[in-house]
Structure formats: structure tokens, C-alpha cells
């Protein structure tokens, strides 16, 4: 079992980034470009690369930006480590 599938864990705003989830989820739709997306998810991974962690695999959960991520049962390549190591 997944931590967020214990009953009422989600409602209670605990996973990833709490009440903020939907509104990361729906900026990062907002933005044209790869780039930008990237660059958003870089600030949310250097804030907190655990809410970050567990954010990511909310989003794979309930089929959010299934075009970076996958699902659980499909997922796509993202090491987030490699991606936004520092220079």
C-alpha cells in the first residue's frame, strides 16, 4: 500500500506539498515549454527534494502529467537527481 491510499492521508493534506499539490500540478500545465517546466520543477525538487519525491508520485497516482511522469503502472524516465543536479 502507498502512503497515500491509507484512508483520509491525502484529505488531510499531508502528501508532497499539501494543500499547494493541484496548484503546482496546474501551473506546470500552464506553461508552454519544456524549459519552463522544468525550471518550475527544479525550484519545487531544490525546496524539498521528499515533498518533491512524494508530489511526483501523488501525480503518477491520479494520472497528472502523464506526459512527464507516466503512471504507476506505466511510468516514464525522470531522474530527478540527474536532471537538477546542481552545475
Known sequence: ?????????????RVGYGQFNTDHTATIDLFD???????????????SPKAFAEWKEWCMYVHLLTDIFGTLEDPKEFDEEKLFAED
Open 1 to 13: 500500500m502507498r502512503y497515500f491510499e491509507v484512508n483520509g492521508l491525502d484529505a488531510s493534506r
Open 33 to 47: 515549454t519544456e524549459e519552463e517546466k522544468m525550471e518550475h520543477m527544479r525550484g519545487m525538487y531544490k525546496t
